[in-house]
Nanobody
Framework: VQLQASGGGLVQAGGSLRLSCSIS????????TGWFRQAPGKEREGILC???????YVKNQLKGRFTISRDLAKSTVSLQMTSLKPEDTAVYYC?????????????????WGQGTLVTVSS
């Protein structure tokens, strides 16, 4: 199983970015995908999740700014980020079978992408 995260970069506060997670090698479409982030000096945290049925979970403080979507045909999960703030600066990771959108619980999966850096300047 391979996950490839992309789309990070430098953006000014108030701007937008779209991250993508390309997934390969999973034997079916029945999986949940989570986006995590790790800010400098902080622990990694789960922030969004989407399951095979399209059910989503968004961390409360990100609602209205971050959305998660999934393209089954392309085996891709996307994270759309808008109204970015300097505190959103972090390395963003996608992970397979790492969360449950019904409960908002995130797990320490064995399937991780390599991370993509998002830097938001003030």
């Amino acid at each position: 199983v391979q996950l490839q995260a992309s789309g990070g970069g430098l953006v000014q506060a108030g701007g937008s970015l779209r991250l993508s997670c390309s997934i390969s090698g999973w034997p079916s479409d029945d999986y949940a995908t989570g986006w995590f982030r790790q800010a400098p000096g902080k622990e990694r945290e789960g922030i969004l999740c989407i399951n095979a049925n399209g059910r989503t979970y968004v961390k409360n403080q990100l609602k209205g700014r971050f959305t998660i979507s999934r393209d089954l045909a392309k085996s891709t999960v996307s994270l759309q980020m808008t109204s970015l703030k300097p505190e959103d600066t972090a390395v963003y990771y996608c992970s397979l079978e790492a969360c449950d959108p019904k409960t908002g619980i995130f797990y320490n999966s064995v399937y991780w992408g390599q991370g993509t850096l998002v830097t938001v300047s003030s």
